[in-house]
């Protein structure tokens, strides 16, 4: 839908059955520019007949693909892939337009989803089963299928990547799938979908809605057709849909909140710390699942590096993520800087002391100061909730136990980090922290090849790596006699 040559903002559709269908007789949702403030376009909302449509095609598509060779689902992923590259420069500016993070992370991220889909295109092939030696003419084979057809969510934070994560292990195993992306940031969903068509992916194999969550989610997880359930958002909605999948027994993989903890030790690089912590912190300002949040920094370093990172996050250049100055675009929706300030005035008024930030910026948009904040005693909110924005808190710790007992302490396990130059104290802590996932000198967490996943309340399951493909097959066990 559309058009490459041009590089203006899309008209918004969903691809149901074959078709793109526009707002034409349709509820619909007005997508705004978090930069601006301003309609960038009207979203077709689906109906429950739409929704009846994309499960019907999502039927006809997993009988099509689950006997389509391997070859040829990984021609597809491998097409879609040059496409998304041939395409950056429109992806990546409607994706910065309609999510308000830079231009320059919006092109990472259409080249990491580019490469996603080139390494399930290989990962796929190596689909290994196993067989049992019995008595002689007798055996037993245990292969893997793929699961069925998948009702994926994605969340707005990463329009483009989040939406390929959904798309390719799937494709890749032989599944369908009804992706329901953000109703935020639709158009870099639509262009993954369209890559993916537009390299010869059959039309029921891939359904693209948007509506009300809640309705879409209620209608799909009622449907026997979909036999998994996909999830990236918040703790609270991964709850709400895993008991929905349960009255049908559906498999979930749930990517939900996190509140990571970053563990800052004496013998730390101070300067690569504070570089690695600033721009990871302001990294679609701070809305992102593995942002560092929780600073906890021993004693015999801790003034040198509060100093030295307030005095970083305080000069970060904010603005519009289409100019090249920006360093950090505007927070996703007015949802964002209001809870954002919502937490800041709990913490100050817990005894919390701002170094830097704190306020909303007074232009159009939804934009927030980067803020660092000291002093906040464990009974402020932000203490215990994500705050999925660009603050930081930073208390001090003597002890490596006391450090590690802080980094346990909430119910999330998602992503945590240390900086430390002692060999033997990283060992220690890879096995003492509790996280998905654990970035040691380091805020890079994801890569095609390695899975992306947490623990606790944090969720179950992995995407990426063999791990994110092994989550979209069952088992089967076939006994010869
Ligand atoms: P939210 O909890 O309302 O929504 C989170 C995501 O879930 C959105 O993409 C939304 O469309 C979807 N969603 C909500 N209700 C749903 C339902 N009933 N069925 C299906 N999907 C549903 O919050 P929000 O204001 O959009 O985002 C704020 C919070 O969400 C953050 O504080 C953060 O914890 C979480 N979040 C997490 C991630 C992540 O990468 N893990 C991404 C985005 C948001």
Request: net charge negative; glycine share 10%.
């Given at each position: 839908?559309?058009?490459?040559?041009?590089?203006?903002y899309?008209?918004?559709?969903?691809?149901i059955?074959?078709?793109?269908?526009?707002?034409?007789?349709r509820?619909?949702?007005t997508?705004i520019n978090?930069?601006?403030?301003d309609?960038?376009?009207?979203?077709?909302?689906?109906?429950?007949?739409?929704?009846?449509?994309?499960?019907?095609?999502?039927?006809?598509?997993?009988?099509?693909?689950?006997?389509?060779?391997?070859?040829?689902?990984?021609?597809?992923?491998?097409?879609?892939?040059?496409?998304?590259?041939?395409?950056?420069?429109?992806?990546?500016?409607?994706?910065?337009?309609?999510?308000?993070?830079?231009?320059?992370?919006?092109?990472?991220?259409?080249?990491?989803?580019?490469?996603?889909?080139?390494?399930?295109?290989?990962?796929?092939?190596?689909?290994?089963?196993r067989?049992?030696?019995?008595?002689?003419?007798t055996?037993?084979?245990?292969t893997?299928?793929?699961?069925?057809?998948?009702?994926?969510?994605?969340?707005w934070n990463?329009?483009?990547?989040?939406?390929?994560?959904?798309?390719?292990?799937?494709?890749?195993?032989?599944?369908s799938?009804?992706?329901?992306p953000?109703e935020e940031?639709?158009?870099s969903?639509?262009a993954?979908?369209?890559?993916?068509?537009?390299?010869?992916?059959p039309?029921?194999?891939?359904?693209?809605?948007?509506?009300?969550?809640?309705?879409?989610?209620r209608?799909?997880?009622?449907?026997?057709?979909?036999?998994?359930?996909?999830?990236?958002?918040?703790?609270?909605?991964?709850k709400?849909?895993?008991?929905?999948?349960?009255?049908?027994?559906?498999?979930?993989?749930?990517e939900?909140?996190?509140?990571?903890?970053?563990l800052?030790?004496?013998?730390?690089d101070?300067?690569?710390?504070v570089?690695?912590?600033a721009t990871?912190?302001?990294r679609?300002?701070?809305?992102?699942?593995?942002?560092?949040t929780?600073?906890?920094?021993?004693e015999?370093?801790?003034?040198?590096f509060v100093?030295?990172?307030?005095?970083?996050?305080?000069?970060?250049?904010?603005?519009?993520?289409?100019?090249?100055d920006?360093?950090?675009?505007?927070?996703?929706?007015?949802?964002?800087?209001a809870?954002?300030?919502?937490?800041v005035?709990d913490?100050?008024?817990?005894?919390?002391?701002?170094?830097?930030?704190?306020e909303?910026?007074?232009?159009?948009?939804?934009?927030?100061?980067p803020t660092?904040?000291?002093?906040?005693?464990?009974?402020?909110?932000?203490m215990?909730?994500?705050p999925?924005g660009?603050?930081?808190?930073?208390?001090?710790?003597?002890?490596?136990?006391e450090?590690?007992e802080?980094?346990?302490?909430?119910?999330?396990?998602?992503?945590?980090?240390?900086?430390?130059?002692n060999g033997r104290?990283?060992?220690?802590?890879?096995?003492?922290?509790?996280?998905?996932?654990i970035?040691?000198?380091?805020?890079?967490?994801?890569?095609?090849?390695?899975?992306?996943?947490?623990i606790?309340?944090s969720?179950?399951?992995?995407?990426?790596?063999?791990?994110?493909?092994?989550a979209?097959?069952?088992?089967?066990?076939?006994?010869?006699?």
């Open positions: 839908m559309a058009d490459y040559e041009n590089t203006g899309p008209q918004l559709g969903m691809y059955d074959g078709e793109w269908l526009t707002a034409a007789g509820r619909t949702q997508v978090p930069a601006t403030g309609a960038l376009g009207d979203l077709p909302l689906a109906s429950a007949a739409d929704l009846d449509r994309a499960l019907e095609a999502a039927e006809r598509g997993f009988r099509l693909w689950r006997s389509t060779p391997v070859e040829e689902r990984a021609r597809v992923l491998r097409g879609a892939a040059q496409l998304l590259r041939d395409r950056i420069d429109i992806i990546a500016a409607n994706a910065t337009r309609e999510e308000g993070k830079t231009l320059l992370e919006t092109r990472i991220e259409t080249m990491a989803c580019a490469g996603l889909f080139d390494f399930y295109a290989e990962e796929a092939k190596r689909n290994y089963g067989v049992l030696v019995r008595p002689a003419g055996r037993s084979i245990v893997r299928e793929p699961v069925g057809p998948v009702a994926a969510f994605a969340p990463f329009p483009i990547h989040n939406p390929g994560r959904k798309l390719g292990a799937p494709i890749a195993a032989g599944c799938v009804i992706l329901k953000a940031a639709p158009a969903a639509m993954v979908v369209q890559a993916l068509i537009d390299a010869g992916c039309a029921d194999v891939c359904q693209l809605v948007f509506g009300v969550p809640d309705e879409v989610s209608h799909l997880l009622a449907s026997q057709v979909i036999r998994k359930v996909s999830f990236t958002g918040s703790t609270a909605v991964g709400h849909l895993m008991k929905l999948a349960a009255d049908t027994m559906k498999r979930t993989t749930m939900l909140g996190g509140h990571a903890p970053v800052i030790f004496d013998d730390c101070l300067d690569k710390a570089d690695l912590l990871g912190k302001v679609n300002a701070g809305q992102v699942c593995v942002s560092p929780r600073f906890y920094i021993q015999g370093i801790h003034d040198r100093a030295a990172y307030t005095q970083r996050m305080a000069a970060v250049q904010v603005g519009d993520g289409l100019l090249p920006s360093q950090m675009g505007p927070m996703a929706n007015p949802r964002r800087p809870a954002i300030a919502d937490l005035a913490a100050v008024s817990h005894g919390g002391v701002i170094g830097t930030g704190g909303r910026i007074d232009r159009d948009g939804f934009f927030f100061q660092v904040l000291s002093n906040v005693p464990l009974s402020a909110r932000i215990n909730e994500e999925f660009p603050v930081v808190v930073t208390s001090p710790f003597r002890t490596f136990d450090a590690v802080q980094a346990n302490r909430l119910p999330f396990g998602l992503a945590a980090f240390a900086f430390t130059e104290q990283a060992n220690l802590l890879g096995s003492a922290i509790e996280a998905g996932m970035g040691i000198n380091t805020t890079s967490l994801a890569a095609a090849d390695s899975p992306f996943q947490g606790k309340e969720g179950h399951g992995s995407e990426d790596g063999p791990e994110g493909l092994a979209c097959y069952v088992t089967k066990s076939i006994h010869q006699v």
